[in-house]
């Protein structure tokens, strides 16, 4: 959208409510794209999961409850967070293959080789509530924040305990002078 001002064209960018991050383009994923044959699997899989979502109060067990929520774990913290995103995008540790591999497959076991997927609503509350709305302690060089459960990093802690007992070896680590240099809080920037 632009208006005319003088005869120029400016965009105008809107704000996010309680945040100070500008919209610059608007973003069109759904409307007035063709859809594959891998959207239209995925959008009948997603509305069969939320489907089954109804049966949910009928056939509630506490041991399928901790079944998913021990997948959760696995899929999630182990096989997206540790292997996918800190192992295999970053290379930020060094794992035994075995374990990599293991963790690599449990990984797609979360679904998140697909374009529109059911993890896709905690990912969408996390990349976007909690790094618009908070507190930017880092000069990251971009807009994201982060909120004080944001912070509080399981991953890192298994990642000491498998540094611990000898699986994880090669943990890159951010230098002091690195830190100093994307602190905000800091007086003495190093350049």
């Not at 679904?111 to 880092?138: D, E, K, M, P």
């Not at 459960?149 to 090669?170: R, S």
């Amino acid at each position: 959208m632009t208006i005319s001002i003088e005869g120029e064209e400016e965009p105008v960018h809107k704000t996010i409510f309680m945040s100070d991050v500008v919209v610059t383009r608007k973003r069109n994923l759904f409307r007035n794209r063709k859809w594959n044959i891998v959207d239209v699997i995925t959008l009948i899989w997603v509305l069969f999961v939320h489907f089954l979502r109804l049966f949910a109060p009928f056939t509630f067990t506490w041991g399928a409850f901790w079944a998913a929520f021990l997948f959760h774990v696995l899929c999630g913290m182990f096989c997206i967070t540790l292997s996918y995103h800190r192992n295999l995008a970053h290379r930020s540790l060094k794992l035994p293959k075995w374990l990599e591999y293991t963790f690599a497959y449990f990984g797609v076991q979360a679904a998140q080789g697909v374009r529109i997927t059911f993890t896709y609503h905690v990912t969408f509350l996390v990349n976007s509530a909690c790094h618009i709305w908070g507190n930017q302690v880092w000069n990251t060089g971009d807009l994201s924040k982060n909120n004080f459960w944001w912070e509080i990093d399981f991953t890192w802690w298994c990642i000491l305990f498998l540094e611990a007992i000898g699986l994880a070896t090669n943990v890159k680590l951010p230098t002091k002078a690195h830190k100093v240099k994307r602190s905000f809080t800091s007086s003495n920037k190093l350049k």
